[in-house]
């Protein structure tokens, strides 16, 4: 898969296309990553779905969606109009199920790469796959023989060892990492004694994680040699090449789009703008430079 | 279509307790219609991180009225934003709600969820209608100063302003008394609720203004759904694309 240029949406962030095509020139990002799809349609998680938190929030949607059939009819057609490329996000609770929608997906040229959440922190067993590396590792290598094109996979931070599980993808036939989905966490209303959300937990995002996902990509850019999109918190052009020098090929900007829907339109203009006054010809060139001993 | 545009204070008053009236000046107008609103955020500040959403309390080519009540971190902020600020504003949002036909009207409002209401006063000259609003004190009712006084009820739960009690136990009389074609209410959760199931004996629809968390605004997120009836079953739909307003048969309350 060839991206245009290193901002792309993040899953979860930015809907299935429908109404983002409305807000922003799709064309103008690196991919568009949808939100995520399963096999069946999904209620997802009664309210309150988010809450915040100092500089992030707290969201527990539950992966809401319409299901793979209703995507191919009423999704998919939407980016017929756009050259952007489109990542599909998929999401299941067993291997089959990944492995049925990689099957339905294989046949649809227009879906670039798929991206595997193995890391959602909202479902049951949504983190099951991510957690474990052998269990990662049979994910990957059976989805590898059903879909040909590039797959992403999505790693969570809240894995015992982040590191294991990015390496057992990689041997497995991964093209490309994606990381940190959202770190587990809860909040509680001191009057009611309830959680700030429907459920127990909730996945942080926002510029409260920014640090803590660049460690991530740092640890497993030394850990793998396959590319790697770096999110967590990303809110301008400076936090994007901080991703980059911690060896990010790409990057995707999620929560912030929430405050302004073009923020990955001015993430990339700040990036475009640094990379003059820093004097950097390609990111290719800098991508884990990072100086660190 | 929304926009993002930079709107500033023109001035900005503490009407009574903690309700903040705020008049802003957009870049260019909204052309907003009633029953949409728009989300402010603070440039420059990552904490709070999201913007709020606001009703529009009413608007005038670029000149837009918000009033609200200090809340949290992020309206204490925006209550001490005095005149010449520049605030980020995104909207119209929502889907415009314009009342069904009906001759007569109950507007029943708890706090400043009564903000609702204050556009579509244009609309009822020739129909009959009542407020009935209802606040904790007379130090945080802020409607006499823009509600009609001769058809508006107000009620303070220690009766230093109005009626004495709460709006649930004024309720089933004054239904008796006005005879309501519809009743619009807007307030808390906990209000909305009670309503619903009161008015189930009555005979007039209750329509219910409803709030939740808000990330995107635009759909995206799928963080303000709400659950609702749909034939057998039930789905979820989010307050920014489907509206705010929803009749209360259709509404799946959560618990608790």
């Known amino acids: 898969m060839i991206i245009l240029n290193p901002v792309m949406v993040a899953s979860g962030t930015y809907g299935w296309g429908e109404e983002a095509s409305e807000l922003i020139d799709l064309d103008k990002l690196g991919a568009f990553v949808t939100k995520t799809i399963t096999l069946r349609p999904r209620l997802g998680n009664p309210p309150p779905r988010i809450c915040e938190t100092p500089s992030g929030l707290l969201n527990s949607i539950g992966l809401q969606n319409e299901g793979i059939e209703c995507f191919l009819k009423k999704g998919l057609p939407i980016f017929e109009r756009f050259t952007v490329p489109l990542i599909v996000s998929i999401a299941g609770e067993s291997v089959e199920e990944f492995l049925k929608l990689a099957e339905a997906l294989e046949n649809q040229p227009k879906v670039k790469a798929l991206e595997v959440n193995v890391s959602c922190p909202n479902v049951k067993k949504g983190m099951l796959f991510g957690t474990s590396p052998d269990l990662t590792a049979e994910l990957v290598s059976r989805l590898r023989k059903a879909f040909s094109r590039t797959i992403i996979v999505k790693l969570t931070p809240n894995a015992p060892d982040i590191t294991a599980v990015a390496r057992a993808a990689e041997r497995e036939g991964a093209d490309v990492l994606s990381l940190v989905n959202t770190f587990l966490g809860m909040a509680i209303d001191v009057r009611t004694r309830h959680s700030r959300l429907s459920t127990v937990f909730g996945g942080l995002s926002g510029p409260a994680i920014k640090p803590l996902a660049l460690r991530y990509v740092w640890e497993v850019f030394r850990a793998v040699k396959i590319p790697i999109i770096g999110m967590g918190g990303i809110t301008c052009g400076q936090d994007a090449l901080e991703f980059i020098l911690a060896g990010a090929t790409a990057v995707a900007v999620g929560s912030a789009s929430f405050r302004r829907y073009d923020a990955p339109l001015k993430v990339l203009e700040e990036l475009v703008l640094l990379m003059e006054e820093l004097k950097i010809e390609s990111l290719a060139q800098v991508k884990g430079s990072f100086i660190y001993e | ?256």
């Not at chain 2, 934003?81 to 507007?107: I, N």
């Not at chain 2, 609702?116 to 009935?132: A, E, G, V, W």
């Not at chain 2, 739960?157 to 309720?171: C, N, R, V, Y």
Request: proline share 7%; charged share 20%; glycine share 10%.
């Open chain 2, 1 to 256: 279509m929304s926009s993002l545009i930079e709107a500033r204070v023109l001035k900005q008053q503490n009407i009574c307790g903690d309700t903040f009236h705020l008049i802003l000046e957009a870049a260019s107008p909204l052309q907003s219609s009633p029953g949409q609103f728009v989300r402010l955020s603070l440039p420059g500040i990552l904490d709070p991180f999201l913007p709020r959403p606001f009703m529009i309390f009413e608007e005038r080519g670029p000149v837009l009225q918000v009033v609200y009540n200090v809340r949290g971190k992020f309206t204490g902020l925006l209550s001490k934003m005095r005149q010449g600020v520049a605030l980020e504003l995104h909207g119209p949002l929502g889907k415009p709600f314009f009342l069904p036909e009906a001759e007569s009207y109950l507007f029943v409002g708890g706090g400043t969820g009564a903000v609702f209401f204050y556009r579509y006063l244009p609309y009822l000259k020739r129909k009959r209608c009542l407020f009935l609003l209802g606040s904790r004190d007379s130090s945080s009712a802020w409607f006499p100063f823009f509600f009609p006084e001769e058809n508006t009820f107000l009620i303070t739960e220690d009766g230093s302003l109005g009626l004495k009690g709460t709006i649930p136990g004024h309720f089933p009389e004054i239904i008796k008394r006005f005879q309501p074609d519809l009743i619009l209410t807007s307030g808390p959760l906990s209000l909305l609720k009670e309503l619903a199931f009161l008015s189930s004996e009555q005979g007039a629809p209750l329509w219910v203004v409803l709030e939740e968390m808000m990330a995107c605004g635009v759909g995206l997120c799928l963080s303000c759904a709400i659950t609702v009836k749909e034939g057998e079953g039930e789905r979820r739909a989010c307050l920014c694309r489907e509206g705010l307003v929803w009749q209360a048969k259709e509404v799946i309350f959560s618990e608790p």
